[in-house]
């Protein structure tokens, strides 16, 4: 299987910002380190985030989002094989144990430091 890093990056969101429908040509994870509000995946049902929450959208899926409250978010793309097993679905999920922030902000003090 073969899987690469694209970016990392971080930003402060204000209560009531919008962020106009776009996509990317890889794999994107956006983690919603605090805040609330909603993401909306190829005009689906929308899915509201909470803190320790993530989404993941897949390579071309468009995407908005709406911050509700002031929200801290990291996004992280990456790629990988489509046809790997191991490739994740579009979707909202809860990092429950923090395993996944943890990682992320590992990765962010990383390249930061380069």
């Given at each position: 299987?073969?899987?690469?890093?694209?970016y990392?990056?971080?930003?402060?969101h204000?209560?009531?910002r919008?962020?106009?429908?776009?996509n990317?040509?890889c794999?994107e994870l956006v983690?919603y380190?605090?805040?609330?509000g909603?993401?909306?995946?190829n005009?689906?049902?929308p899915?509201?985030?909470?803190e320790?929450t993530y989404?993941i959208?897949r390579?071309y899926d468009?995407?908005t989002?709406?911050?509700?409250?002031?929200?801290f978010?990291?996004?992280?793309?990456f790629?990988?094989?489509?046809?790997?097993?191991?490739?994740?679905?579009?979707?909202?999920?809860?990092?429950?144990?923090?395993?996944i922030l943890?990682h992320i902000?590992?990765?962010?003090?990383?390249?930061?430091q380069?």
């Amino acid at each position: 299987m073969q899987a690469g890093f694209s970016y990392i990056s971080h930003f402060f969101h204000t209560t009531r910002r919008y962020i106009q429908r776009h996509n990317h040509n890889c794999f994107e994870l956006v983690y919603y380190k605090e805040g609330r509000g909603n993401t909306v995946i190829n005009k689906d049902s929308p899915l509201c985030y909470r803190e320790n929450t993530y989404v993941i959208y897949r390579p071309y899926d468009f995407h908005t989002e709406t911050h509700d409250t002031d929200s801290f978010v990291y996004c992280l793309g990456f790629s990988m094989d489509s046809g790997s097993p191991l490739c994740p679905k579009s979707g909202l999920y809860t990092d429950a144990g923090g395993t996944i922030l943890a990682h992320i902000e590992a990765m962010s003090q990383e390249v930061n430091q380069k």
